[in-house]
């Protein structure tokens, strides 16, 4: 396995301890069990630095929008003249399926529908309820998520493809820190993306699995078990390692393809079979508010009202501390498939198409819920408390024609989302831990392939899964921080880059 870095032996290390600490019964560890330690340090720094959550992830927004407008947005992701190595449409389908594929089929209709009965403010179960429950869902999986992906992407595409820099993360501070990055400094740097990934990605693992156990007992009656769960986290962990082994021009472009049409497939009937005009007013006009209201919901705290103040905290908070969690790897990932790219399209790409989607998503899955339960009292949400969130989707498609057929397809996309995510991961923790190797051995794959699979299966024998998210979330509390570092450091690189043209231009 050559150029394996530090960081590989010393991740493997503290995943495996990890991964030991989640399964140590609570009995044993009363008071020092993971669950409890991870929570009680997640609510610390949710209530203390809330605001810091709120404000960073504002500022990645900004600096994404103005990179599209800017005098920078010409300059190439890559060699001047270099072709995009994928076209528009594989472009969008692997860094959509990496992103967040798999959460919009989970929360499609759950979200929406647990804003609807729980609002951020104001009365329940009302239409000025049901629009804001839109809005918000738009506002969660919107711009702000892609602006943070969009900001470290961009970062590791121009280093690696404009500067011919390493493509880690360590990397880019190199104009910040000089020599210091190749020390312990940016050996913690790094450390840091492959603790977030890792988990991260074997969290979804795990919920994934539930959802996909959750659809077969929903559709054949097969009874949810760990059983059921593992068997299918062992078929999906071979399919994910398959499609890794194969590279990104094989198994992951295929898959991604696949997404998309099988997610635009699911839309689309729903679209069509369900209340049509209703969904497309329900976007039109959440969508309008979500645009007019985003610098008041960026922002929003609720210092004098503990109630709004705990559900900041446990949607809008958690989400932006979870998708800061995430950006290591999404972030990777797209940078490794957006070269050839401007900025200007980058960023534009990143930030705009995904957020599009999801609006018309949620508009269709969760505007579907809504008039369910708001004009046909269908009471979905008493049913997803009775059996769990990941059976929301299946609850809603019950009402609707075709249901088998519906049910079907929605687990088949789950499953290739599931797929997707866990192969680009696997790819992502190879180049994070060979030093930015683009093309990680098989072997190094084989190692977080398993590591990964192992986490999720191990804990949610032991009903540790939430444990493990928990302490992936907490890694964004630093993440941040090197995140708005990266932003410095980035704006420094370009301005630089940009000087350097203009010389040339001159010569």
């Known amino acids: 396995m050559k150029k394996i870095t530090p960081v590989f032996y010393i991740s493997v290390v503290v995943t495996v301890l990890f ?33 810091f959550y709120l404000i960073t992830t504002t500022v990645f927004v900004g600096f994404a929008l ?7 947005g010409r300059i190439k992701l890559g060699r001047p003249g270099e072709k995009p190595d994928f076209s528009y449409i594989t472009w969008f389908a692997m860094l959509f399926s990496a992103g967040m594929g798999i959460g919009l089929v989970f929360w499609g209709a759950a979200e929406p529908l647990s804003h609807f009965h729980n609002p951020p403010y104001g009365d329940a179960e009302t239409k000025e309820a049901a629009k804001r429950a839109l809005t918000y869902s738009f506002f969660h999986w919107g711009l702000h998520p892609w602006a943070i992906y969009a900001t470290l992407g961009l970062a590791l595409a121009f280093f690696q493809f404009r500067k011919q820099s390493s493509g880690l993360v360590s990397s880019i501070l190199e104009p910040l820190f000089g020599k210091y990055v190749k020390g312990p400094f940016g050996t913690t740097v790094d450390f840091i993306v492959v603790f977030a990934t890792v988990f991260g990605v074997a969290t979804s693992l795990g919920f994934g699995a539930i959802q996909i156990s959750g659809g077969l007992s929903y559709v054949f009656g097969i009874s949810q078990s760990f059983t059921v769960e593992l068997i299918i986290i062992a078929i999906v962990t071979v399919l994910f390692m398959t499609s890794a082994m ?3 021009n094989k198994g992951i472009k295929y898959l991604s393809n696949l997404n998309i ?18 969904i497309l007013e329900m976007f039109t006009n959440a969508f309008g508010e979500y645009v007019q209201n985003i610098p008041s919901m960026s922002l929003r705290m609720a210092p004098f009202d503990n109630d709004n103040a705990t559900w900041i905290k446990d949607w809008t908070i958690f989400y932006w501390a979870w998708w800061i969690a995430w950006a290591p790897f999404v972030g990777t ?24 989607f999801g609006a018309l998503w949620f508009a269709v899955f969760g505007g579907s819920a809504i008039d369910l339960e708001f004009f046909q009292h269908a009471n979905i949400i008493q049913s997803i408390n009775d059996m769990g969130e990941e059976t929301a989707l299946f609850e809603v498609l019950k009402h609707f024609p075709w249901t088998t057929f519906m049910s079907l397809l929605s687990i088949l996309l789950i499953s290739t989302f599931f797929i997707t995510s866990a192969d680009s991961a696997t790819f992502v923790l190879g180049i994070q831990t060979t030093g930015g190797s683009l093309d990680p051995s098989n072997k190094v794959k084989f190692v977080w392939g398993i590591i990964q699979s192992g986490a999720a299966a191990v804990l949610l024998w032991q009903g540790g899964l939430n444990a493990l998210q928990t302490a992936s979330i907490i ?3 630093p993440f941040a921080i090197i995140l708005l570092l990266v932003v410095v450091s980035t704006v420094k690189s370009l301005k630089e880059e940009a000087r350097r043209i203009e010389m040339l231009k001159k010569k």
């Open 475 to 477: 890694a964004a509390f």
């Open 66 to 72: 103005y990179l599209i407008f800017s005098k920078y």
């Open 246 to 248: 194969t590279g990104l």
């Open 333 to 356: 990932f797209i940078a490794r498939v957006s070269r050839g790219r401007t900025i200007r399209e980058f960023v534009s790409g990143v930030l705009l198409v995904p957020t599009i």
């Open 261 to 278: 049409l099988l997610a635009f497939a699911l839309m689309v009937f729903l679209l069509v079979l369900g209340p049509t005009r209703f």
């Open 19 to 51: 991964i030991i600490w989640g399964i140590i019964p609570k009995s044993v560890l009363p008071h020092a069990n993971m669950d409890n330690v991870t929570t009680a340090i997640q609510t610390f720094l949710v209530n203390k630095f809330g605001w």
